[in-house]
Nanobody, 125 residues
């Protein structure tokens, strides 16, 4: 069992930056592939944003954020991060931390074993 708690969301102007954090409770954090998803207002589907392997040596990104976002993890702190730069209004969404026991760093929602409750990111134009 892994409990995930996101933080770091907020309101930012277009072009700005935010760093999201996801703290995991449990001693097996390093055994999970971690990722970030987002759900935009009015959308029913959670969109994959980024994923990172257990060691942190492999990462994947959605095309919409590639070159702007960076996912990283600190297994000693049981935390995964999402650094978001050059934010755009279309990045506005609730961002969710995700954990999967096995598989690739690219995920779809049905791959996820555990979800956080989400943190709101709002980008104003």
């Amino acid at each position: 069992q892994v409990q995930l708690v996101e933080s770091g969301g907020g309101l930012v102007q277009a072009g700005g930056s935010l760093r999201l954090s996801c703290a995991a409770a449990g001693r097996t954090f390093s055994m999970y592939v971690m990722g970030w998803f987002r759900q935009a207002p009015g959308k029913d589907v959670r969109e994959f944003v980024a994923g990172i392997s257990r060691s942190g040596g492999s990462t994947s990104y959605a095309d919409s954020v590639k070159g702007r976002d960076t996912i990283s993890r600190d297994n000693a702190k049981n935390t995964v991060y999402l650094q978001m730069n050059s934010l755009k209004p279309e990045d506005t969404a609730v961002y969710y931390c995700a954990a999967r026991r096995c598989g690739e760093t690219v995920m779809v929602p049905t791959d996820v074993d555990y979800w956080g409750k989400g943190t709101q990111v709002t980008v104003s134009s």
